[in-house]
Structures are given as C-alpha cells and as structure tokens.
C-alpha cells in the first residue's frame, strides 16, 4: 500500500470506524499549524500522514507524529528524516523492507509483513502534540489495530507511543508501565513490545544505539513469527 487505506469521514471530525482521513480537521491548532506550512512549503505533503505497509501486516510499528521536513514533506512515515534511517536500515536487516533507505512515497520500497503508522497523524508544532490531540486522534489508531485481525506484535516507538496502543486496545488497569525492550501481554494473544524513539537525540546521545534498536526489531519479529535471515 503506497500510501495507505483512505477512507472519508466527515471532515472536521475523527470517526473512530474509519482507519484514516486524509483531510481530517479535527484538531484546531494542528489544522492551522498544517495550513501555515503549505503556505511556506506549497511542495510538502503538509496533512494527515497515512499509515505505511502491507494491508494485514504480522507486525504494526507505531510513531509518535510526523516530522516537519519527514513525513510530513513526504507524505510517508519516517520518510526523509533522522528517524527514518536508523528504522528503514533495521527493517531491511531484518527481511521486514525491500529496501534499506526509504527515499520518497512513490520509491520503489516496499515493507514485508510490516505497517508503520502514528499515534498522531498531523505534523504538531515543536514536534509536541497536545494529550487532547493525542486522545482525539486515538480513535484512528483504534480502528486500525481492530482492522488489522492478524497482527500478532505491535512494536511502539517512545512513551506516546506505548500509551496511544494501551488506550487504543482498552488495556485493563494499572497500565504497564513503558520501558525499552519491555514486553506486555495484550488481549487476543497480541504482544507489545516497546522501544525508544528512533529519534536523532536518542541516537546521538546513545540513549538508543543501532544495537539496541536491531535486537528489539529482531524480537518483535521473532515474535511475530516473520523473522528472516539479516540481510546486510
């Protein structure tokens, strides 16, 4: 799926049966913050980022939000940033990507039994998106997981992550706590495994080394029961 399952709700508002909407305007201050960048940037992508991968994927990795001159340029998850190389270099070790360097949304790349998607679809001002823009969001994320049966590990990307999965699936109380290489049992014999954000700080302060992120990936997709030979 180049760029996604579209579906159209009414715009201005989530609808928490349909998995995406390209135009959702749900969010004011995302909203306006999203029409100031296409007007600075007419060539961005600059709206709701559409999730990214096979359509009944084993394995669903979750974002935070896209990134300003990421995916929000290119209209595809951890496309053309920071983030994206550590994760598109690692997938494709694990047999999970075609390709080891996700360049465009019309490349050639295409990911094997794996989806990418975000806890908030909208690029957010300073990267930091709103807990109420967070929760409004969350009824997309919902309809995702619940209309994708097969996925067996969702592999969440940071503590916004963690806790969007948890909220999206009903996750009984006291909610587990996020910790990288954590794992925690869900209902429907799912598993979440968490992981700190790929981000550039995480990286270069070695809060999260390649290492650590390609023995991650390889468990969620052991898990999972897609791993493949490392391809180098």
Not at 60 to 89: C, K, Q
């Amino acid at each position: 799926m180049g760029r996604g399952q579209i579906t159209r709700p009414a715009v201005g508002r989530p609808s928490a049966d349909r998995v995406f909407d390209a135009n959702c305007t749900a969010c004011p201050r995302l909203a306006a913050f999203l029409a100031d960048v296409r007007t600075e940037h007419p060539d961005y992508y600059a709206r709701p980022v559409p999730p990214f991968g096979v359509a009944a994927p084993e394995l669903l990795i979750v974002g935070l939000a896209p990134g300003m001159h990421g995916a929000n340029r290119s209209g595809r998850p951890f496309t053309g940033d920071f983030a994206g190389i550590l994760l598109y270099e690692t997938l494709h070790a694990q047999g999970l990507a075609t390709a080891p360097v996700s360049i465009s949304a019309d490349d050639a790349l295409r990911l094997r039994h794996a989806r990418i998607t975000n806890a908030v679809k909208c690029l957010p001002p300073a990267n930091k998106p709103l807990p109420e823009e967070i929760r409004r969001c969350n009824g997309y994320l919902r309809a995702e997981i619940e209309a994708l049966p097969g996925i067996r590990v969702i592999l969440a990307l940071g503590r916004v992550a963690h806790e969007a999965v948890l909220r999206a699936v009903d996750a009984p109380r006291p909610l587990p706590a996020f910790g990288h290489g954590l794992e925690h049992a869900l209902s429907g014999e799912r598993v979440l495994i968490d992981s700190y954000h790929c981000s550039r700080y995480n990286t270069q302060t070695r809060r999260l080394t390649p290492a650590m992120f390609e023995a991650v990936v390889s468990r969620a997709a052991r898990l999972a029961g897609v791993a493949e030979p490392a391809r180098r």
